[in-house]
């Protein structure tokens, strides 16, 4: 969220400066995004440095992307990032005003940021040996650009540790990477067979599903080795797409007319409505119970555990307060259809097996407020 200016000095004239690093699973998401609107930024690694200085001072927490804007103004969360910027530049918009395609990119925002992270951590860490160099090395240079590439492997080690050890928790285990797997490989061919014939989700222009999808697919999925060499094997036409999302054409293409949502969308969208989406209506009912028991108080991040399944496996993965967040965004758009519009996207999500899970109410809504992490009661 925006945060109010300090007392440092700063140049009104200079462009925006995005603080992250390619190995980011959510700078990639920013940087897209403001390479897409054709805005001035400069991109700047995160370092030690800049996280004791900067990012630590101004943001509360070590976390990554921060935007720091010419009026000296520090917005994190990449989702407050887009919609803080698509104020100051709205033309083109990332969201479409057809109701039914902004439903669907609401959806596949939610779904890349908060389900595909799983396959990406699983495709980093569970196979760490096969790139370890690169990891490592990856995570020594953002921390330390000038330090030697053998010092940057070693303080990747370091550095890595924490993440290393967070697959389980995510719920990627022996038991669960065969389905993970599974349910990957599909996705990435039913997103292969749409790229085929569109060059973004909804037609010629990105849309905020689009940006949601890149962060994954590009930083851990098309980016690190063993995963990377998978997508261009298996599905060339996502890999195509990475290329699109990071290169674009400023400010340019068209969402498709009439409002309509591809029927080559409608395979991925019911993996979502299958897989993900009973986990975020689980969070929901979790943080409804938390927040009654605790009136007032910031959730945690993490309420414990609870069961998932994926690509047929099941297994136990930790409940995430934050994404009844970016889920409130498709339920409030849901929410505010009436008429044709509520029907034709009625119509939608009773194919791909999600009228129930966007019907879910909220009792407790949340938000974000500058300086922490956890979220409170709106």
């Known amino acids: 969220m925006p ?71 520090v917005v994190q969360d990449t989702t407050d990032i887009i919609d803080f910027l698509e104020q100051r530049h709205p033309q083109p918009s990332v969201y479409p005003a057809g109701p039914l395609q902004r439903l669907v990119a609401l959806m596949l925002e939610f779904y890349g940021d908060e389900w595909l992270v799983i396959p990406a951590m699983h495709y980093r860490w569970s196979v760490v040996d096969e790139q370890y160099d690169f990891i490592m090395r990856e995570f020594g240079a953002m921390s330390d650009p000038e330090a030697s590439e053998e010092e940057q492997i070693r303080l990747g080690e370091k550095l890595c540790a924490p993440f290393r050890g967070s697959i389980t928790a995510l719920g990627v285990t022996p038991e669960t990477i065969p389905g993970i797997e599974a349910a990957y490989a599909d996705t990435l061919a039913h997103l292969d067979a749409h790229f085929a014939q569109y060059d973004f989700l909804l037609g010629s222009r990105p849309s905020i599903g689009d940006f949601g999808l890149i962060g994954p697919l590009y930083a851990h999925l098309g980016r690190d080795p063993v995963p990377r060499a998978l997508m261009e094997k298996t599905a060339p036409n996502v890999y195509a797409w990475v290329q699109r999302m990071n290169a674009p054409r400023p400010r340019s293409g068209e969402f498709l007319a009439d409002d309509r949502v591809p029927d080559t969308l409608l395979p991925i969208l019911a993996t979502m409505c299958r897989e993900h989406l009973p986990d975020a209506v689980d969070v929901v009912a979790h943080n409804a119970q938390w927040l009654a028991a605790n009136p007032g108080g910031s959730l945690p991040r993490v309420l414990g555990f609870h069961p998932f399944t994926t690509g047929g496996a099941t297994g136990t993965r930790y409940i995430h307060s934050y994404s009844q967040w970016m889920f409130q965004r498709c339920l409030d758009h849901y929410a505010g259809l009436a008429g044709d519009e509520r029907q034709r996207a009625d119509t939608l999500l009773g194919s791909v097996g999600g009228l129930q899970a966007l019907r879910t109410p909220i009792r407790h809504r949340l938000r974000r407020q500058p300086g922490q992490l956890e979220l409170v009661e709106a």
Do not use: M, W
């Open 3 to 73: 945060q109010a200016p300090s007392s440092s000095g700063y140049n009104p004239h200079s462009p925006y400066t995005l603080y992250g690093g390619e190995l980011s699973l959510y700078t990639g998401k920013a940087r897209c995004y403001l390479c897409y609107k054709g805005l001035d930024f400069n991109e700047k690694p995160a370092t030690r440095q800049v996280y004791k200085d900067f990012i630590l001072p101004r943001v509360g927490a070590a976390i990554v992307p921060v935007l720091h804007t010419p009026d000296d103004e």
